[in-house]
C-alpha cells in the first residue's frame, strides 16, 4: 500500500510563483518515476511534467521555461516549481506515482494524490 501527499497548491496573481511538494510513503522499494499532472473544469487531465528513475525529464509546451520538476530520492518526494504563472495554469495539480513495493507485498504500484488546487488571478 502506497500513499501519496500533495501540498504546496493556493491563489496567486499571474506572474507570481508556487512550489508543489508531493511524498510518497508505504511499502515502497524504490520508485520508477514520479509526476505532476492537472485537470481544469471542464478539460482532460494532461501532462504537466515528469521524471523517472533514470533522471529523464518531459514538459509540457505549454510550462516549458516557466515550470521546473525535481526530486529529492531519498524522501520519495518530488516538486513542482512554478514561475511566471498565467490563469491558463488554473487546475487542480495531482501526482502521480509508480514503483516496486517491498517483497511483502509484491508488485507495481501506480498511485495518484489526492489533488491541490493552483488558482491563478489575472
Known amino acids: 500500500q502506497v500513499h501519496v501527499v500533495e501540498s504546496g497548491g493556493g491563489l496567486v496573481h499571474a506572474g507570481g510563483s508556487l512550489r508543489l511538494s508531493c511524498t510518497a510513503s508505504g511499502n515502497i522499494l524504490h520508485l520508477i518515476g514520479m509526476g505532476w499532472h492537472r485537470q481544469a473544469p471542464g478539460k482532460e487531465r494532461e501532462l504537466v511534467a515528469s521524471?523517472?528513475?533514470?533522471?529523464?525529464?518531459d514538459y509540457a509546451d505549454s510550462v516549458k521555461g516557466r515550470f521546473t520538476i525535481s526530486r529529492w530520492n531519498a524522501m520519495n518526494t518530488v516538486y513542482l516549481e512554478m514561475n511566471s504563472l498565467k490563469p491558463e495554469d488554473t487546475a487542480v495539480y495531482y501526482c502521480?506515482?509508480?514503483?516496486?513495493?517491498?517483497?511483502?507485498?509484491?508488485?507495481?504500484?501506480?498511485?495518484w494524490g489526492q489533488g491541490t488546487q493552483v488558482t491563478v488571478s489575472s
Open positions: 521524471i523517472n528513475r533514470g533522471g529523464g525529464i
Open positions: 502521480n506515482v509508480k514503483g516496486y513495493s517491498t517483497p511483502q507485498a509484491m508488485g507495481v504500484f501506480d498511485d
